[in-house]
């Protein structure tokens, strides 16, 4: 059911996280550590906890704590779109390479439930996706793509779900 005027269902099913998330490479472990290091991330209050050895997942964390609570007592709500923000923009870059040009174009967020808890998101990028994208574009041209991300509790309930339009150009 979505009644939000961002077309976000604001009674989603429970996500719960993968217990089984795709294996790490050094190569991936440093990125994470790096990441968590920016400055610009790191003021997020966030956490990069995972990032698959091909860049097609990626978890990351928002811990309710003094740097993320806000004035009555739950996640900050730019602590949560900081956290997702770079996120599915850095694994397009990755995954397509030097060849095409990715940047964020709009993003709509439905907050569902206060985080009174650490929330969590998972991204996925599908090698079908991928595929899809160098098929579809010959050089020169652009598409947008949607990405969904929503951020749970360990529980697997939805506090918040980020609609993210992302525009991608393969380069000539």
Do not use: Q
């Amino acid at each position: 059911m979505s009644d939000s005027p961002t077309g976000v269902d604001r009674d989603p099913d429970p996500r719960p996280l993968r217990e089984d998330p795709p294996a790490e490479s050094r190569r991936t472990r440093l990125w994470r550590h790096g990441f968590n290091l920016l400055p610009a991330y790191r003021g997020t209050g966030a956490r990069v906890d995972h990032i698959a050895a091909g860049w097609r997942y990626v978890r990351i964390r928002v811990p309710l704590n003094w740097r993320t609570r806000n004035a009555v007592g739950t996640i900050f709500g730019g602590s949560i779109y900081g956290a997702i923000d770079p996120v599915y923009m850095t694994m397009l870059r990755r995954v397509l390479g030097d060849g095409f040009t990715v940047w964020d174009k709009s993003a709509a967020l439905e907050f569902i439930e206060p985080g009174r808890d650490t929330l969590y998101a998972e991204f996925e990028l599908p090698a079908s996706e991928t595929e899809a994208i160098r098929e579809e574009l010959d050089p020169g041209e652009s598409t947008d793509r949607e990405y969904l991300v929503s951020l749970v509790d360990e529980d697997g309930a939805v506090h918040a779900a980020c609609e993210k339009t992302l525009y991608l150009r393969r380069d000539g």
